[in-house]
Protein backbone atom coordinates (compact mmCIF):
# COMPACT_ATOMS: atom_id res chain seq x y z
CA UNK A 1 0.00 0.00 0.00
CA UNK A 2 1.15 3.13 -0.67
CA UNK A 3 -0.52 4.96 1.75
CA UNK A 4 -2.09 7.99 -0.55
CA UNK A 5 -4.99 8.93 1.46
CA UNK A 6 -2.83 10.01 4.23
CA UNK A 7 -2.83 13.54 3.24
CA UNK A 8 -2.66 16.03 5.95
CA UNK A 9 -4.88 19.55 5.07
CA UNK A 10 -4.94 22.60 6.56
CA UNK A 11 -8.35 23.64 7.96
CA UNK A 12 -8.58 26.02 4.62
CA UNK A 13 -7.80 23.44 2.49
CA UNK A 14 -10.53 20.94 4.10
CA UNK A 15 -12.79 23.54 4.48
CA UNK A 16 -12.63 24.49 0.75
CA UNK A 17 -13.14 20.88 0.01
CA UNK A 18 -16.31 20.17 2.32
CA UNK A 19 -17.51 23.62 0.51
CA UNK A 20 -17.29 22.00 -2.69
CA UNK A 21 -18.91 19.17 -1.86
CA UNK A 22 -21.79 20.72 -0.55
CA UNK A 23 -21.95 22.70 -3.67
CA UNK A 24 -22.16 19.41 -5.72
CA UNK A 25 -25.06 18.53 -3.06
CA UNK A 26 -26.93 21.38 -3.83
CA UNK A 27 -26.57 20.74 -7.75
CA UNK A 28 -27.93 16.84 -7.27
CA UNK A 29 -31.04 18.37 -4.95
CA UNK A 30 -32.08 20.05 -7.75
CA UNK A 31 -31.50 17.74 -10.31
CA UNK A 32 -33.17 15.31 -8.06
CA UNK A 33 -35.90 17.41 -7.69
CA UNK A 34 -37.03 17.75 -11.02
CA UNK A 35 -37.89 13.74 -11.08
CA UNK A 36 -40.32 14.41 -8.44
CA UNK A 37 -43.83 14.73 -9.00
CA UNK A 38 -45.55 18.42 -8.51
CA UNK A 39 -47.06 18.73 -4.77
CA UNK A 40 -44.47 16.05 -3.13
CA UNK A 41 -44.35 17.75 -0.20
CA UNK A 42 -42.55 14.90 2.06
CA UNK A 43 -40.30 13.52 -0.86
CA UNK A 44 -39.27 17.06 -0.94
CA UNK A 45 -38.79 17.49 2.91
CA UNK A 46 -36.75 14.08 2.79
CA UNK A 47 -34.40 15.93 0.08
CA UNK A 48 -33.95 18.84 2.37
CA UNK A 49 -33.12 16.73 5.56
CA UNK A 50 -30.30 15.05 3.85
CA UNK A 51 -29.17 18.13 2.31
CA UNK A 52 -29.47 19.50 5.61
CA UNK A 53 -27.73 16.28 7.81
CA UNK A 54 -24.97 16.41 5.29
CA UNK A 55 -24.43 20.74 5.25
CA UNK A 56 -24.23 20.44 8.94
CA UNK A 57 -21.84 17.48 8.71
CA UNK A 58 -19.14 18.44 5.92
CA UNK A 59 -19.01 22.29 7.52
CA UNK A 60 -18.60 21.45 10.72
CA UNK A 61 -14.85 22.75 10.81
CA UNK A 62 -16.21 26.21 10.48
CA UNK A 63 -17.28 27.44 13.66
CA UNK A 64 -21.23 27.75 13.70
CA UNK A 65 -21.54 28.38 9.71
CA UNK A 66 -24.36 25.48 8.65
CA UNK A 67 -27.16 25.50 5.91
CA UNK A 68 -29.51 24.19 8.80
CA UNK A 69 -31.32 27.63 9.78
CA UNK A 70 -31.50 28.56 6.46
CA UNK A 71 -33.26 25.58 5.19
CA UNK A 72 -35.41 25.68 8.10
CA UNK A 73 -36.61 29.00 7.58
CA UNK A 74 -37.60 28.40 3.64
CA UNK A 75 -39.87 25.15 5.46
CA UNK A 76 -41.55 27.49 7.34
CA UNK A 77 -41.76 30.02 4.86
CA UNK A 78 -43.06 27.35 1.96
CA UNK A 79 -44.56 24.30 4.05
CA UNK A 80 -45.35 25.68 7.51
CA UNK A 81 -44.54 25.26 10.85
CA UNK A 82 -45.48 21.73 11.93
CA UNK A 83 -42.99 20.71 8.79
CA UNK A 84 -40.22 22.99 9.61
CA UNK A 85 -40.35 21.90 13.32
CA UNK A 86 -40.36 17.85 12.11
CA UNK A 87 -37.47 19.00 10.07
CA UNK A 88 -35.44 20.64 12.69
CA UNK A 89 -35.86 17.37 14.97
CA UNK A 90 -34.40 15.22 11.59
CA UNK A 91 -31.70 16.78 10.97
CA UNK A 92 -30.88 18.15 14.59
CA UNK A 93 -31.08 14.14 16.13
CA UNK A 94 -29.39 12.44 12.39
CA UNK A 95 -26.61 14.78 12.67
CA UNK A 96 -25.91 14.25 16.04
CA UNK A 97 -25.83 10.98 16.41
CA UNK A 98 -24.03 10.42 12.92
CA UNK A 99 -21.16 12.25 13.80
CA UNK A 100 -21.00 15.31 16.13
CA UNK A 101 -22.24 13.93 19.56
CA UNK A 102 -25.76 13.74 21.09
CA UNK A 103 -27.00 15.16 24.45
CA UNK A 104 -29.30 17.43 26.03
CA UNK A 105 -28.64 19.77 23.78
CA UNK A 106 -30.06 18.22 21.29
CA UNK A 107 -33.35 19.29 22.05
CA UNK A 108 -31.99 22.39 22.64
CA UNK A 109 -31.15 22.43 18.93
CA UNK A 110 -34.30 21.45 17.78
CA UNK A 111 -36.65 23.69 19.93
CA UNK A 112 -33.72 26.48 18.87
CA UNK A 113 -34.40 25.60 14.87
CA UNK A 114 -37.99 24.92 15.22
CA UNK A 115 -38.47 28.66 16.59
CA UNK A 116 -36.88 29.23 13.68
CA UNK A 117 -39.29 27.34 11.24
CA UNK A 118 -42.38 29.04 13.44
CA UNK A 119 -40.97 32.48 12.99
CA UNK A 120 -40.94 31.55 9.02
CA UNK A 121 -44.61 30.24 8.69
CA UNK A 122 -45.37 33.27 10.75
CA UNK A 123 -43.99 36.21 8.62
CA UNK A 124 -44.32 34.13 5.26
CA UNK A 125 -47.40 36.68 3.75
CA UNK A 126 -44.32 39.17 3.68
CA UNK A 127 -41.17 36.79 3.17
CA UNK A 128 -43.35 35.26 0.02
CA UNK A 129 -44.79 38.17 -2.40
CA UNK A 130 -46.76 36.12 -5.53
CA UNK A 131 -44.34 33.26 -5.36
CA UNK A 132 -40.71 35.16 -5.14
CA UNK A 133 -38.85 35.85 -1.91
CA UNK A 134 -38.27 38.99 -0.63
CA UNK A 135 -34.93 38.20 -0.54
CA UNK A 136 -33.69 41.41 1.85
CA UNK A 137 -36.31 40.27 4.66
CA UNK A 138 -35.49 36.94 4.15
CA UNK A 139 -31.80 37.88 5.16
CA UNK A 140 -32.67 39.96 8.30
CA UNK A 141 -34.45 37.38 9.41
CA UNK A 142 -31.54 35.10 8.89
CA UNK A 143 -29.53 37.17 10.60
CA UNK A 144 -32.16 37.46 13.64
CA UNK A 145 -32.50 33.73 13.63
CA UNK A 146 -28.84 33.09 14.22
CA UNK A 147 -28.65 34.71 17.38
CA UNK A 148 -32.00 33.92 18.55
CA UNK A 149 -30.81 29.78 18.08
CA UNK A 150 -27.75 30.12 19.45
CA UNK A 151 -29.03 31.86 22.44
CA UNK A 152 -31.64 29.11 22.80
CA UNK A 153 -29.09 26.64 22.70
CA UNK A 154 -27.03 28.59 25.18
CA UNK A 155 -29.69 28.04 27.27
CA UNK A 156 -28.77 24.46 28.09
CA UNK A 157 -25.98 24.79 29.90
CA UNK A 158 -28.62 25.93 33.04
CA UNK A 159 -28.36 22.41 32.94
CA UNK A 160 -25.30 22.06 34.90
CA UNK A 161 -24.53 25.24 35.61
CA UNK A 162 -26.27 28.53 38.05
CA UNK A 163 -28.17 30.78 36.06
CA UNK A 164 -25.36 33.50 36.54
CA UNK A 165 -22.89 31.45 34.19
CA UNK A 166 -25.34 32.51 31.40
CA UNK A 167 -24.93 35.78 30.61
CA UNK A 168 -21.12 35.49 30.54
CA UNK A 169 -21.52 32.98 28.71
CA UNK A 170 -23.02 34.75 25.71
CA UNK A 171 -21.27 37.43 26.20
CA UNK A 172 -18.42 35.04 24.90
CA UNK A 173 -20.29 33.62 21.81
CA UNK A 174 -21.01 36.65 20.47
CA UNK A 175 -18.52 36.08 17.52
CA UNK A 176 -19.93 32.58 17.29
CA UNK A 177 -22.99 34.12 16.94
CA UNK A 178 -21.83 36.29 14.33
CA UNK A 179 -19.89 33.62 12.25
CA UNK A 180 -23.66 32.06 12.58
CA UNK A 181 -25.51 35.81 10.97
CA UNK A 182 -22.88 36.03 8.46
CA UNK A 183 -22.84 32.69 7.47
CA UNK A 184 -26.77 32.72 7.00
CA UNK A 185 -26.26 35.64 4.17
CA UNK A 186 -24.33 33.66 2.36
CA UNK A 187 -26.55 30.75 2.42
CA UNK A 188 -29.64 33.21 1.72
CA UNK A 189 -27.89 34.54 -1.10
CA UNK A 190 -26.77 31.36 -2.58
CA UNK A 191 -29.50 28.57 -1.99
CA UNK A 192 -32.21 30.77 -1.08
CA UNK A 193 -34.09 31.47 -4.85
CA UNK A 194 -33.20 27.92 -6.78
CA UNK A 195 -34.14 26.54 -3.12
CA UNK A 196 -37.17 28.58 -2.76
CA UNK A 197 -38.70 27.66 -6.42
CA UNK A 198 -38.59 24.15 -5.91
CA UNK A 199 -40.01 24.55 -2.78
CA UNK A 200 -43.03 25.81 -4.39
CA UNK A 201 -43.43 23.53 -6.58
CA UNK A 202 -43.93 21.02 -3.72
CA UNK A 203 -46.39 23.70 -1.52
CA UNK A 204 -49.31 22.30 -0.83
CA UNK A 205 -52.14 25.40 -0.44
CA UNK A 206 -53.22 25.77 3.19
CA UNK A 207 -57.26 23.93 2.95
CA UNK A 208 -59.11 27.08 3.99
CA UNK A 209 -57.40 28.73 1.42
CA UNK A 210 -58.04 26.02 -0.94
CA UNK A 211 -61.28 25.61 -0.05
CA UNK A 212 -62.31 29.33 -0.27
CA UNK A 213 -60.96 29.30 -4.14
CA UNK A 214 -63.00 26.33 -5.16
CA UNK A 215 -66.19 28.55 -3.16
CA UNK A 216 -65.46 31.24 -5.35
CA UNK A 217 -64.77 29.68 -8.61
Given at each position: ??????????????????????????????????????????????????????????????????????????????????????????????????????GPWTLFQV????????????LSEHLLKE????????????????????????????????????????VNGLLFDL???????????????????????????????????????
Amino acid sequence: MYGIHDVALSPLEESVINMAIVSAIVVALIKGERRLEDKNTFAMLSLLAIFGVSGRILLEPIPNVQPVTVIVLLAGIYFGAPRAIALSGIIALSSNLILLGHGPWTLFQVIGWGAVGLIGALLSEHLLKEGRLELNRVALVSIVSAFMFDWIVSLSILLNTDVSFLMPYLVNGLLFDLYHAVGNLVFVAWIANPMGEIMLRHRMEPRNKAVSQVATS
